[in-house]
Every structure is written in C-alpha cells, then in structure tokens.
C-alpha cells in the first residue's frame, strides 16, 4: 500500500515561488510515475508534471511551462513541484499522485494514477 502526503502549500504573493513535495511511504519503484495535479472548485484535475522515480522522462504541462518543475529525490522518496512566477490563477489544491503502471512518463490522465495524496493548498493573492 503507497502512502503520498503532500506538504508545502501555503499562501503566497502573485510573482513568488513555493516549493511542494510529495513523501511517499514505502520503497520507491523505477518505473512508477509520480504525477502532479492540481484543482479548483466545480473543475477536473489539471495535470501538470510527471516523473518516473527513475528520472526518466520527467515532464511539465504546457500550460506551466517556464514556470514549475519537477524533480525527485530516491533517497528521500519525494518528488518535488517547484513553482515560480506564481499568479492568482495558480490557487488551487495540489495533489500528487502514483502510477503502477504506465508506458509513458507523461502520464497526464488523472485515471492511470494509483494512489492518490490529500492535497495542499495553494493560494496566490494579487
């Protein structure tokens, strides 16, 4: 049973930067996907980044391209969402999640994912 938390959420200022990350229990698996999400209120979750824990094929939407990055870290088990240049359209919950099984590291359909975290929440006010 995999076990995500999410934590680093918060409230910032239009233009700052929060840095989330996303501790997984139990060992961590190469070809698992870790993907980062997020929604708001009456809308389906957005995708926004994925990566294998192995580090392949790490990736982020388009939509927060130049913006937010993701990366991980094996010997912590946590993957990390930077984002920077942060604006009120950014407020949201963000959550992460796991992938058992997935043929590509860009897995953006919140249905392929496994486990899922609780969420943080992130607001950015103008």
């Known amino acids: 049973q995999v076990q995500l938390v999410e934590s680093g959420g918060g409230l910032v200022q239009a233009g700052g930067s929060l840095r989330l990350s996303c501790a997984a229990s139990g060992r961590t698996v190469s070809r698992h996907v870790i993907g980062w999400f997020r929604q708001t209120p009456g809308k389906e979750r957005e995708f926004l980044a994925a990566?294998?824990?192995?580090?392949?094929?790490?990736g982020v939407a388009d939509s927060v391209k130049g913006r937010f990055t993701i990366s991980r870290d094996n010997a912590k088990r946590t993957v990390y969402l930077e984002m920077n240049g942060l604006k009120p359209e950014d407020t949201a919950v963000y959550y992460c999640?796991?992938?058992?099984?997935?043929?590509?590291?860009?897995?953006?359909?919140?249905?392929?994912?496994?486990?899922w975290g609780q969420g943080t929440q992130v607001t950015v006010s103008s």
């Open positions: 990566i294998r824990w192995s580090g392949d094929g790490a």
């Open positions: 999640a796991e992938a058992l099984q997935s043929v590509s590291p860009m897995l953006m359909n919140p249905r392929g994912y496994d486990y």
